[in-house]
């Protein structure tokens, strides 16, 4: 410990500010050593690249790639993906950071992860190679009636109860219902999808999913399609000034040819 001390003194001497506030409840950054973060990351990031290039030149494949991805991701597209890139790089190193959009949006902005699946709308300016269309439907509690028809129009939901995420969930379900200037009126408002469907589930109300999400869920619901036609977009974001390593770009080609076959 002392020696380490001396050191982070040495360091924030050196820098002309401190990096590290110490209190009996612990240490964490100062407001600029929060600042300095993403260009650690990236230094460290950097020197990954190089040590997996030179093993590379040895012959040797090998590396960490750490990807971000929300829940409807996590649960269906990428457990397959990261199977079949095992297969093909079996020293290669993967790990999985689930969170929300906003989440995956820090983690790749801060160096936590290398890559994320983000959607168009939620990237926010990151750039993202897009992957596929993922079709918006409306869930409803089971036995709702909509009619002779099988699907649900947007002027439709107006006035409806729904269970509400927060914006940092759902960017593109509130897109939608900006587009059609639909209010929703909500006493439930909820974090995560499994949440969301149980409270659908129990009729306390509707909500817009995406297609994706709803083939891996086992609920007891309605599920409609929407129209006319919405989707979200679903795309692998890295970050702008990242010196992407032999090991990520591996990963992110694999992701490509093999969302490309899909």
Request: aromatic residues 6%; hydrophobic residues 35%.
């Amino acid at each position: 410990p002392s020696a380490i001390s001396h050191t982070i003194s040495s360091m924030e001497k050196e820098l002309g500010f401190p990096l590290f506030v110490r209190s009996k409840q612990g240490v964490q950054l100062t407001g600029y050593g929060e600042s300095l973060r993403p260009y650690i990351y990236n230094v460290l990031q950097s020197e990954d690249s190089l040590q997996e290039a030179i093993a590379q030149m040895n012959g040797l494949e090998k590396g960490t790639v750490k990807i971000g991805a929300f829940n409807s991701i996590c649960t269906t597209l990428l457990p397959q993906l990261i199977k079949s890139f095992r297969k093909l790089h079996p020293a290669i190193v993967i790990e999985v950071y689930q969170g929300t959009y906003d989440d995956v949006r820090r983690w790749i902005k801060n160096g936590t992860v290398d890559m994320g699946f983000l959607s168009i709308s939620s990237s926010r300016g990151l750039p993202i190679i897009p992957l596929f269309k993922d079709r918006l439907v409306s869930v409803m509690p089971k036995g709702t009636d909509i009619g002779d028809k099988d699907y649900v129009r947007v002027e439709e939901l107006r006035g409806m109860g729904f269970v509400s995420q927060r914006e940092s969930t759902d960017d593109d379900i509130q897109n939608l219902l900006k587009k059609y200037d639909v209010e929703v009126q909500s006493n439930c408002h909820v974090v995560d999808d499994q949440s969301t469907i149980a409270m659908v589930e129990s009729g306390l109300g509707i909500c817009i999913m995406p297609s994706l999400l709803m083939e891996s869920m086992r609920s007891d619901v309605d599920v409609y399609p929407i129209e006319p036609p919405e989707y979200r977009v679903i795309g692998i974001c890295t970050k702008k000034e990242l010196i992407i390593s032999p090991a990520v770009n591996s990963m992110r080609e694999h992701i490509l040819e093999t969302m490309k076959d899909l």
